[in-house]
């Protein structure tokens, strides 16, 4: 007598196939967007340093307070902000594709930054990422720095200087390496709760 359908273990097998195929294209999908979302980053982040890079000497608006202040909404009104990076109803902030937080903002101590802000959990990506594409703009950055908090007070990590404000070859923003972004980098562990990397124009 002929046998018709499959039996259990064929089923089993073809379920346990498909199974690994489904959890191997998750896992590829999951790889696909990262790298999306750090490229979409990558154009981000150029856009807002090559920005405030062309502004920065007019942007030193002293209000006559002894803080700094926002200047997010002169950017945008001058439509130099993506609007993909607004976040809604928060007008001194903009957020890029990961939804890192950023303040460009005038010292009335004399210069203008770029602050961002994220937690440690994956991070060291795209920290390494943000050093890379800072150091395009050696020529007209002041510096760049790392602060960190574990479980105590605020740390500062070493920083790197631009061109004009390098005294030692190794300080200078110029000659980072990846290898040396990855090691600044390297403060991300289980203990770092927050850091902040500043981008300074002077």
């Not at 479980?151 to 290898?179: F, I, M, V």
Request: aromatic share 12%; glycine share 6%; proline share 1%.
């Amino acid at each position: 007598m002929q046998e018709r359908g499959r039996s259990m273990v064929e089923m089993l097998g073809v379920l346990a196939i498909i199974g690994v195929l489904y959890v191997g294209a998750i896992a590829g999908y999951s790889k696909a967007m990262f790298k999306y979302k750090l490229n979409k980053q990558t154009e981000q982040i150029n856009t807002i340093i090559s920005t405030v890079a062309r502004y920065y000497k007019d942007l030193m608006i002293n209000d006559g307070s002894t803080d700094a202040f926002s200047l997010i909404p002169i950017l945008k009104k001058l439509n130099e902000i993506p609007k993909e990076m607004y976040i809604a109803n928060v007008e001194d902030q903009i957020e890029d594709v990961f939804k890192n937080r950023y303040w460009i903002y005038h010292h009335n101590t004399g210069y203008v930054g770029i602050n961002v802000n994220l937690d440690s959990a994956g991070n060291t990506t795209q920290c390494r990422n943000l050093y890379m594409i800072a150091k395009e703009f050696h020529a007209d950055i002041n510096s760049i720095f790392l602060n960190y908090i574990t479980d105590g007070p605020q740390l500062l990590a070493s920083g790197l200087r631009g061109d004009k404000y390098c005294s030692s070859e190794d300080k200078c923003l110029r000659n980072l390496t990846l290898a040396k972004a990855e090691e600044l980098c390297s403060i991300f562990n289980e203990d770092t709760t927050w850091w902040g990397l500043y981008i300074i124009w002077r």
